[in-house]
C-alpha cells in the first residue's frame, strides 16, 4: 500500500502530486456545483513518520461531485494569477513549472489543492517542497503535506480549499478575497515565525546534533537537548541566566550603583518620579542630559542629549508613558557600542547606528519612512534582522528639536536622525566592529558581566573609539541587559557577521553532548517485556533511566504517569525528564501512524517481530503495510547507532535493506542468515542450545547465560528468550556490558502493580492461572506455547475475546489458532472492546474458526461469566488462561476475587485457597 511508503529524504524534497490519475470525463468550470469539496479531519505528525521523516499535516477531503472535476488552461491561468509562486513547483514532470503543464493539461481537485497549500505556506514566507494526495474511498482523498506552522499550515489548507471551490464554481473576480485571506495567514505566520535571535542559537544547535523542541508558541520558549542535558532557551535567555543578575540588568539603577560602587563608569544621575525632581536632578549635574524609564528595554522612552528644561519637560511626559519612576543622567559624548558576552567573555561588538532615514531630494522624510520599511530585511519588532521604522511621539519630539517636520524634504544624501537613541529593536542599524576592540576595554567589559553574575548579557557603552587604548579615551556603561538581542551581531548592516549562536551553545554544552542514549523498540508482540529489560539492564549499571510503555512511565523506579503511554508525549515526558541519562521507549504503530514519533533519531532501534494484526486499521492491509510502519525506527537510527533485528523474522531482510545504523542481528534458531551474518564480521545474540551467546567483534563468541540461570525464563519458554535476546541486543548496542547481563536479569521480575496483564501467572489451590493480553494470532500461538509449559499433562483452558475494530478475517484466524493450542475454549466479548460491532458477531467469527479445524467452544457472551465458569470447572494441576479481557489496575482486584471464590473440584464448592503469585513479563497490546 503506498500510502504508508517512507520516503527518502532526496525522495521528499519533490512535491509528489496525483500523477497517475484516471482522467475522467469533464465537467463545465463554469456549470453550478451544488456539492462543495469538505475538509473532514486533519492532523499534525510532529516527528518522522509514515510518510516523510519530518513533519507533516494529514488532511482528509471529500470531494463530492468534484471528484471528476479536472482543472483546465483557464483554471490555470486564473489560480496562477492569483499565486505565481506555484510557478516554482515541479510536481511529477521533474521541472520547474512542472505543475502549471500539469494543471493545464488536466489534474484533479485534490492534487491542486495539496499544491495550493503549500503555495500559500511559501508566498507568508515558508520554505515547503513536500506534499502528495491519494484518493481514500469514494470521494474521500488524503492531502499530506510538509509544514513549519501549524495554525499556518491550517489556515493554508482551508483557504486553498474555499479558493479551489469558487473556482470550479465559476466565480471571477477573486482577488480580493484571497488577497485578504492570505494576509490573515501572513499575520499568523509573522506571530508564529522564530525570532533571528532564537534561530540563529536553533541553527547552532543543528550544527552540533543537539535536540530541540518549543514548548511555548507565543513566547518562544525552547528546550535543547535531552535528559540531563536538557537547557531551556527563551529568545537569547538560557536556563542557565541568574535571575537575580537579570532583575539586576532591568532595574537601570540599582545596576548602575552597583557598578558605580565597583569603579566601573558611569553617567551620573538619580530617580524622578516627577517632573520637578526630574529638573532639580538636570539642574545639578548638568544638561544635556538623558532620560529613560528605570526599568524599560528595547528603547522604549528614552530620550538623550536634551539640551535645556524645555526639551527635557516634552520629553518627561513621554518617558512616564512607559513607567513611573525615571532616571535622568549625563549624556555621554561618543559613539554607541554593543558588547555581547557569552561566559564572560566578549564574543562580538557593534556600533549601533540610530534609526534615520537619508534623503533623495524629492521625497518627505514621512515618505522616506515607507520607502525605507518596503526593504524585505525590515519587519514587525523582532521578526526579521532590521525593525521596521515606526513615528511616533519620540521621533516627532526628535525632529522638533532639528527644527524639521515630517513633511520636511531633506536634500539628496542628507541624514535624517528619527531618534537619538540607538537601539535595533526602534528601527537602528549596525556596524561589526569585533575585532576592533581594545584588549583593555574588552578585560573590563568582562568583568562588569561577573560583577551583575550573567552568563550571557548585552553592554551598552558610549566611547569616542574603542579601538583606541581604554585609558586614552572617554567612555562609560550606559546600559545592561539581561536579554540581549543577536540581530545586530549575526546580520549587521555593514561588517562580518559573527557566530553568536555558536558561542551560547558552546557555553551550555562545552562537551557538544546534548543528548542521551536512546533505545526505541517495536515490534508486533513484545514490546513492553523487551522495554522492561532493557530498561532492568541499563539501571543495573548505573544509569538514571527513563522508561514509557504501555501502562506508565518511569523515572527509574518513580512512576510519574499512567496509562497507555507509547507515543511521541510519553517519548517527550521521558527525553524532557533532567534526571534521566538512559531512555527506553516502546514505540507503538498507533503513534507512529497517528502523530509520528516523538523524536528525531535514536541510538538503537529495535525491531521485534512483523506479525499480522491492526489490519484494517489506518489503513493498514497487510503485513507488508505493517512492515512499512515499524521500518520507520530502522530509518530514524542514528547512522553511528545500532538497528536491533529479529534474525528469524520473515522481514529480517528487508529490514537490514532499511536499517541506517550497523544491524545486530537476534534469534532462538541461528538460522542461515544469521549464521552468513556472523560469517561476515556482523553481531549476533543467539540460543545455542541453552546458552545465551553473543558473538561480538572484540569477542567472537561470548557465553552470557543458561537459561535455566535466569528465574523468569521458566527453562527457555520460546518467547521470552526470544524478548531477552533482543534486550541484550539493544543494551550492548546502547553501551553497556555483556559481562554484567546475567547477574542482572537473575533478579528481573515483574509484578501485577507494575505490569498487569503481561503474563502474570498466579497458583491458586494447584491451578496455574494466567493473565495476559494476547490479541493476535501469534500472540495466542506464543501463549499457547507457555501455556503448554506449565501445564505438561493437564488440560489447558483459554479464556478469550477479539477485538472488534479487527477484520473478520483477522478474528477468525484467531479463533482458530485459539483452538490449535487449547483443549478447553471459552469464547466471550466485552462491550467496550466490541469497538462497533453488533453484540455476539466477535464471538460468531471466533467460532467459525474453531469450528475449521473440528473443535466447539464454549460462547459465554458474558465475560465475567465466562471467567467464573472456567475457575468453577478446574481442576488441579490445568492451567487456565484468560488472554485480552483488557485488565486495568481497577478489575484485576474484581479477577483476584473470583480467582480465590470460584474454585471447586468435582463441581464442589472449595474453601478460598491461598493466592500465591508468580509474574512473568509476556504479551503486550501493540
Not at 549587521?492 to 554544552?509: C, F, M, N, R, W
Not at 467452544?857 to 467464573?868: G, H, K, L, R
Request: aromatic letters at 6%.
Amino acid at each position: 500500500m503506498s500510502d504508508f511508503k517512507i520516503p527518502d529524504l532526496s525522495q521528499a524534497q519533490k512535491i509528489n502530486g496525483v500523477d497517475s490519475m484516471k482522467i475522467y470525463d469533464r465537467k463545465n468550470i463554469g456549470e453550478e456545483i451544488e456539492q462543495k469539496i469538505e475538509l473532514n479531519r486533519k492532523r499534525f505528525l510532529e516527528g518522522p513518520n509514515v510518510h516523510a521523516l519530518f513533519p507533516v499535516m494529514e488532511a482528509y477531503v471529500d470531494l463530492g461531485d468534484l471528484v471528476e472535476t479536472p482543472s483546465d488552461k483557464d483554471f490555470a491561468e486564473k489560480v496562477v494569477e492569483l499565486l505565481p509562486e506555484l510557478k516554482e513547483h515541479s510536481c511529477s514532470k521533474g521541472y520547474k513549472g512542472g505543475f502549471v503543464e500539469r494543471l493545464e493539461e488536466g489534474t484533479y481537485p485534490a492534487h491542486i489543492i495539496e499544491h495550493i497549500a503549500i503555495s500559500i505556506q511559501n508566498t507568508v514566507g515558508a520554505d515547503l517542497s513536500f506534499g502528495k494526495s491519494r484518493r481514500e474511498e469514494g470521494s474521500v482523498y488524503k492531502i499530506v503535506m510538509g509544514y513549519e506552522y501549524a495554525s499556518v499550515a491550517s489556515s493554508a489548507l482551508e483557504l486553498s480549499i474555499e479558493l479551489v471551490n469558487r473556482l470550479l464554481a465559476g466565480e471571477m473576480d477573486l482577488k480580493n478575497f484571497f488577497e485578504d485571506g492570505l494576509e490573515e495567514i501572513r499575520e499568523v505566520f509573522l506571530k508564529e515565525k522564530i525570532g533571528p535571535s532564537t534561530s540563529a542559537i536553533l541553527k547552532a544547535a543543528e550544527k552540533k546534533d543537539i535536540p530541540y523542541k518549543r514548548i511555548d508558541e507565543e513566547y518562544s520558549l525552547f528546550s535543547l537537548g535531552w535528559g540531563k542535558n536538557r537547557k531551556l532557551i527563551w529568545g537569547p535567555e538560557t536556563s542557565e541566566t541568574s535571575l537575580i543578575g537579570s532583575e539586576i540588568g532591568q532595574e537601570k539603577d540599582t545596576c548602575k550603583d552597583l557598578l558605580s560602587d565597583l569603579g566601573l563608569p558611569v553617567p551620573r544621575g538619580e530617580v524622578a518620579t516627577s517632573m520637578k525632581e526630574a529638573l532639580d536632578i538636570a539642574e545639578h549635574i548638568g544638561y544635556p542630559v538623558v532620560i529613560k524609564p528605570v526599568s524599560g528595554n528595547h528603547g522604549n522612552g528614552v530620550l538623550v542629549n536634551l539640551k535645556n528644561p524645555d526639551e527635557l519637560t516634552e520629553a518627561f511626559s513621554v518617558a512616564k508613558e512607559h513607567a513611573s519612576y525615571i532616571l535622568v543622567e549625563k549624556y555621554l559624548k561618543g559613539e554607541d557600542y554593543r558588547a555581547l558576552i557569552v561566559n564572560h567573555e566578549v564574543v562580538a561588538v557593534a556600533k549601533r547606528i540610530p534609526a534615520h532615514v537619508v534623503g533623495d531630494g524629492s521625497s518627505t522624510i514621512k515618505e522616506l519612512v515607507e520607502l525605507a520599511n518596503k526593504d524585505p530585511k525590515r519587519g514587525e519588532d523582532h521578526e526579521s534582522v532590521l525593525t521596521k521604522l515606526s513615528i511616533d511621539e519620540e521621533v516627532k519630539i526628535n525632529l522638533e528639536q532639528q527644527g524639521l517636520t515630517l513633511d520636511h524634504v531633506p536634500k539628496n544624501g542628507e541624514n535624517v536622525w528619527l531618534r537619538r537613541t540607538a537601539n535595533i529593536s526602534t528601527g537602528g542599524t549596525a556596524i561589526d566592529h569585533t575585532e576592533d576592540i581594545d584588549e583593555g576595554l574588552k578585560r573590563i567589559l568582562e568583568r562588569t558581566s561577573r560583577i551583575i553574575g550573567l552568563d550571557l548579557m548585552g553592554v551598552d557603552i558610549i566611547a569616542e573609539d574603542i579601538s583606541r587604548p581604554v585609558e586614552e579615551i572617554n567612555w562609560g556603561i550606559i546600559e545592561v541587559n539581561s536579554s540581549p538581542g543577536l540581530r545586530m551581531h549575526i546580520s549587521p548592516s555593514a561588517g562580518e557577521p559573527q557566530p553568536v549562536g555558536e558561542k551560547i551553545i558552546d557555553h551550555l554544552y562545552p562537551s557538544g553532548e546534548g543528548r542521551i542514549p536512546l533505545v526505541a523498540i517495536t515490534g508486533t508482540n513484545g514490546k513492553t517485556t523487551t522495554s522492561r529489560m532493557v530498561e532492568c539492564l541499563g539501571r543495573n549499571q548505573g544509569h538514571h533511566t527513563g522508561l514509557a510503555v504501555t501502562g506508565g512511565i518511569w523515572s527509574n523506579d518513580l512512576k510519574v504517569a499512567d496509562g497507555d503511554t507509547t507515543g511521541p508525549w510519553s517519548a517527550n515526558v521521558v527525553l524532557q525528564d533532567p534526571q534521566v541519562d538512559y531512555a527506553v521507549l516502546e514505540t507503538a504503530r498507533g503513534g507512529m501512524v497517528k502523530r509520528g514519533l516523538g523524536f528525531d533519531k535514536a541510538d538503537v532501534g529495535v525491531v521485534l517481530n512483523i506479525r499480522e494484526d491492526h489490519i484494517g486499521l489506518d489503513g493498514v492491509e497487510d503485513r507488508d503495510d505493517i512492515f512499512w510502519i515499524k521500518s520507520l525506527l530502522m530509518e530514524v537510527t542514528d547512522e553511528e547507532g545500532s538497528c536491533v533485528i529479529n534474525g528469524n523474522d520473515d522481514y529480517a531482510e528487508r529490514l537490514i535493506e532499511k536499517a541506517r545504523g550497523t544491524p545486530i542481528l537476534f534469534g532462538v534458531e541461528k538460522n542461515q542468515l544469521i549464521e552468513e551474518h556472523i560469517d561476515q564480521g556482523g553481531e549476533a545474540f543467539v540460543l545455542e542450545g541453552n546458552e545465551l551467546v553473543a558473538y561480538l567483534m572484540d569477542e567472537k563468541r561470548k557465553e552470557i547465560a543458561n537459561v535455566k540461570d535466569l528465574p523468569y525464563l521458566r527453562g527457555g519458554v520460546k518467547m521470552l528468550v526470544e524478548n531477552t535476546l533482543a534486550a541484550m541486543s539493544a543494551a550492548y548496542a546502547s553501551g553497556l556490558k555483556v559481562d554484567r547481563f546475567k547477574t542482572a536479569l537473575m533478579d528481573f521480575q515483574t509484578n501485577e502493580e507494575t505490569t498487569p496483564g503481561r503474563l502474570n501467572v498466579f497458583d491458586v489451590e494447584g491451578r496455574n492461572v494466567v493473565i495476559d493480553y494476547a490479541h493476535n494470532s501469534d500472540g495466542l500461538k506464543n501463549l499457547s506455547d507457555f501455556a503448554e509449559n506449565l501445564a505438561g499433562e493437564n488440560r489447558k483452558t483459554l479464556v478469550y475475546t477479539g477485538l472488534g475494530d479487527r477484520s473478520d478475517e483477522s478474528l477468525v484466524e484467531n479463533g482458530k489458532t485459539a483452538a490449535e493450542g487449547f483443549d478447553k475454549l471459552i469464547f466471550t466479548e466485552k462491550d467496550d472492546l466490541r469497538r462497533g460491532r453488533e453484540s455476539g458477531e466477535i464471538l460468531s467469527l471466533l467460532q467459525k474458526g474453531s469450528h475449521s479445524i473440528g473443535k466447539d467452544p464454549i460462547n459465554i457472551e458474558d465475560m465475567w461469566e465466562a471467567v467464573s465458569s472456567a475457575m468453577r470447572e478446574s481442576y488441579p494441576g490445568d492451567v487456565i488462561v484468560y488472554a485480552n479481557l483488557d485488565l486495568t489496575s481497577e478489575n484485576l482486584e474484581s479477577y483476584f476475587e473470583i480467582l480465590e471464590n470460584e474454585i471447586s473440584v468435582g463441581g464442589t464448592r472449595r474453601d478460598q485457597g491461598n493466592l500465591e503469585t508468580q509474574v512473568y513479563a509476556g504479551k503486550d497490546r501493540a
